[in-house]
């Protein structure tokens, strides 16, 4: 079962940032399914094209919960073209690596994200 | 902190008489049980009465038991001995689709070589039934193979019953008794079974160390060609101080069986109710009676299995889960899936096994951490918010 997992990841793991659901968020991102085993919920606040506030809801394992709890780090305070930008690699990075095995996490942190922000986005538009 | 293993079913520490009786014969009585001289002999005698010890434990004749590197070379052993050695006769093996993947895998390869393999569905409680087995049996059947009891949820199956059809058919039976050597109760005779396997390291034996029961007359081909060790069957130098090990182990276990059955059957129960009760959204896996000694199965809604082992592991608990979102495939246990658990109650699944060493303030450490956890990580899930 162990895959062994980094330090960094294990911290995240053991103390998530951001967890919970955001009242009225500007952006939702919803991936997974449990047959895979991961479901991620990932809301973001933004004001002014910035991404003020992140927080996650997660059903998975190890590193499904720590890249979640990465990357609502890793957004905050950064502009929508910025958090684009977040890829699968770079939040495996920012926990020092992944195992092999559990790079998809990182991939459905990267979704998540870019969910919440295509939510956002469709959102916005329409109220313009 | 202190240590809670409770995962036995993965491995067993070996008793320290074990590694008393093994330690001569890495070094004083190194010898090699070919060789004429008084060393050579030396260890000779010493595997003849680990043999002893072995059958013993299963009430099989000496010459019954051949010593393998472990359980699942003595699943490959049965299957692929009696498919090579019988293929004038057939080719089908009748097996279940809970089985051990050393039995599974095994089976998928003699499928790609010309086999043809019934795997037979369980019940909800992982039971097999016997008229199934029946029923899939043909003219080309040559072996089935059913486990005595399955390693992740600890259903104990119907053997006597299957092996009794197979018998009437004319049919190999093989069961793989790695899960109840040294457990509970394994008498080749009153089972009717012609192949048995079993592992040391299950039983507080060594690493490394197995053996398969033939009965005598069983045609079976040679699993390893060369010296001709072990009557010919599986030829290399003998693992001296494993098979002394094993012997050592097998005493000791059957001297301690029913006591020691006992007393897990109660720590089973008690930490199995205080689970069911404590922990809402809960259920058991597998038969609430017929059911390993040692073993608890119980899968949490709405959360992931690796995440509670992890959660335990912080608190020093050693456990396993059915949820494989570390393998390749992302598909949890064939087992659970097989009893028809949904996919998110297989990953969320969580196994613990008693042993030796377990004690009842053990249990209730168990049942006073992991419902923290189970909250801990409801808080975080989606599909908890959605339900409640």
């Known amino acids: 079962m162990s895959p062994a997992y980094s330090e960094k990841v294990m911290e995240h793991f053991r103390n998530p940032r951001n967890v919970g659901e955001m009242e009225n968020p500007d952006g939702t991102g919803h991936v997974g399914n449990p047959v895979c085993g991961d479901i991620m919920e990932l809301y973001i606040r933004v004001k002014d094209n910035v991404i003020t506030d992140a927080k996650f809801k997660t059903f998975g394992c190890g590193a499904a919960i720590a890249t979640s709890s990465m990357v609502t780090e890793m957004v905050k305070g950064k502009t929508i073209d910025e958090a684009l930008k977040i890829s699968n690699s770079t939040v495996a990075e920012a926990l020092g690596g992944l195992?092999?095995?559990?790079?998809?996490?990182?991939?459905?942190?990267?979704?998540?994200?870019?969910?919440?922000?295509?939510?956002?986005?469709?959102?916005?538009?329409?109220?313009? | 902190m202190k240590r809670i293993y409770l995962d036995y079913a993965a491995t067993t520490p070996t008793h320290p008489e074990v590694v008393q009786a093994m330690l001569p014969y890495f070094t004083d009585d190194?010898?090699?049980?070919?060789?004429i001289y008084s060393y050579g002999q030396e260890a000779k005698a010493a595997i003849k009465k680990a043999r002893g010890n072995v059958a013993g434990l299963i009430n099989a004749r000496d010459e019954e038991i051949i010593f393998t590197s472990g359980g699942t070379e003595a699943d490959n052993f049965a299957l692929k001995g009696v498919v090579f050695a019988n293929d004038n006769k057939g080719n089908h093996i009748i097996t279940t689709t809970i089985e051990h993947h050393a039995v599974l895998e095994t089976c998928k390869f003699l499928e790609k070589r010309g086999s043809t393999v019934t795997y037979l569905p369980v019940d909800s409680y992982g039971m097999v039934n016997p008229d199934d087995v029946k029923k899939a049996i043909t003219n080309k059947t040559i072996l089935i193979s059913v486990m005595h009891a399955n390693n992740e949820v600890g259903t104990i199956e119907p053997i006597a019953e299957i092996a009794k059809i197979a018998r009437e058919a004319g049919v190999y039976f093989h069961t793989d008794?790695?899960?109840?050597?040294?457990?509970?109760?394994?008498?080749?005779?009153?089972?009717?079974v012609d192949l048995l396997s079993m592992s040391a390291h299950k039983l507080h034996g060594p690493k490394g160390v197995g053996a398969l029961y033939v009965r005598k007359g069983v045609k079976i081909t040679p699993f390893i060609h060369g010296g001709g060790q072990e009557n010919g069957r599986r030829s290399g130098t003998e693992n001296v101080p494993g098979i002394v090990g094993f012997g050592k182990a097998a005493e000791l276990a059957r001297a301690s069986l029913d006591v020691e059955a006992g007393r897990l059957i109660l720590l089973r129960d008690k930490l199995i109710k205080g689970l069911l009760e404590s922990i809402d959204h809960t259920r058991l896996n597998g038969h609430p009676v017929k059911r390993s000694p040692n073993n608890v199965n119980i899968s949490v809604d709405f959360i992931e299995g690796e995440s509670m082992c992890l959660n335990l592991d912080f608190e020093g608990i050693c456990a396993s889960t059915g949820s494989a979102c570390s393998s390749a495939s992302l598909e949890p246990s064939h087992v659970l899936l097989a009893l028809?658990?949904?996919?998110?109650?297989?990953?969320?699944?969580?196994?613990?096994?008693?042993?030796?060493?377990?004690?009842?303030?053990?249990?209730?450490?168990?049942?006073?951490?992991?419902?923290?956890?189970?909250?801990?990580?409801?808080?975080?899930?989606?599909?908890?918010?959605?339900?409640?």
């Open chain 2, 340 to 388: 028809g658990l949904r996919h998110e109650q297989a990953h969320g699944s969580l196994r613990f096994t008693l042993g030796k060493w377990t004690t009842e303030e053990e249990i209730n450490q168990v049942l006073e951490i992991l419902p923290k956890i189970v909250t801990k990580l409801r808080a975080m899930s989606p599909l908890y918010t959605k339900h409640s």
């Open chain 1, 99 to 128: 195992p092999a095995v559990k790079m998809h996490c990182s991939v459905l942190a990267e979704e998540a994200l870019q969910s919440a922000i295509t939510d956002y986005l469709n959102k916005n538009s329409k109220n313009k």
């Open chain 2, 177 to 192: 008794a790695v899960q109840t050597a040294g457990h509970i109760p394994v008498d080749v005779n009153k089972l009717g």
């Open chain 2, 30 to 35: 190194f010898g090699n049980p070919s060789s």
